[in-house]
């Protein structure tokens, strides 16, 4: 996925930054696959384009089977209802003139589903199911915290009954003793609706704890696709090494010591050639500067792109 960063007088792009490339994945029904990655590595980008509310510049997006890569916005409508996206900031995504019981109606009236007594009452099963009382529906977002807001959010994707779901830094916002419970009620919802989720976050610890697979991201590559027990169990690629051993619940347990990167994450503007990580990485060797290291498949649902490992 690129950007034009600069155009020249006439308007055309002169010059592109690359947010993400060669990524390649699925996420299937029931499962929730965790994206992570610092600041600017591409997590976002990846969550919008997979709901193709941007059009990626190169590659292809299906969704149930469909190219949905270059639908027209008339053509993605139908498609819309079963892609939905629970935002980050529950401070930011909700209109504070509307009750919470329209709020979560909303999507449902856009789509023209029930009448309006039933989607009344789909609004209070919706309030029950995320954990709210059904007599909220005539509140307003100001009168409820941070999590309660989040927990609206997550009804109003809920109401139209997605079949895939990206939670962009849904917990990132919320103080830590309210994460663990909306992250427990985004597994019960995955569970209950055999929902697709991709779930993404800069915080391992979070990741780990939701997901069923795990990319790792840097500058825009995937690193490293492996299971969640073999994130904590056996991560191969540095970077991956490196989050884990700085990630407070994973990485102290077991006594391994915190490996400190040096550096910041350069510009996606100007990676760097070979391995893109290489200019921060602890083994890196003269030769990694030469190509970039494809992911290879090291064991069944573990690939690593690093020359050096495993
Ligand atoms: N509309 C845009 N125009 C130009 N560059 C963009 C645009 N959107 C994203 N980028 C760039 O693409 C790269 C990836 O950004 P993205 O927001 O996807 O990363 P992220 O991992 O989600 O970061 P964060 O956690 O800070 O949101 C960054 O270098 C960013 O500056």
Known sequence: MDFPVRRNLLGRPVQWLRAVADTSFAVHAGEIVGLVGESGSGKSTIGRAALRLIRPTGGRIDFDGEDITTLSSKALRPLRRSMQIVFQDPYDSLNERMTVGALIEEGLSIHRMGSSAERRDAVNELLREVGLPAEWAGRYPHALSGGQRQRVGIARALAVRPRFLVADEPVSALDLSIQAQVLNLLLDIRDRHELAMLFISHDLSVVRFVSDRVLVLYLGRIVESLSAKALHDNPVHPYTEALV????????????????????????????SGCVFRTRCPIATRDCASQEPPLRQIAPGHAVACWRRP
């Open 245 to 272: 051993s700085a990630a407070p619940h994973i990485g102290s347990r077991d006594g391994r010591s915190r490996i400190r990167l040096d550096g910041d994450i350069p510009s996606a503007l100007h990676p760097p």
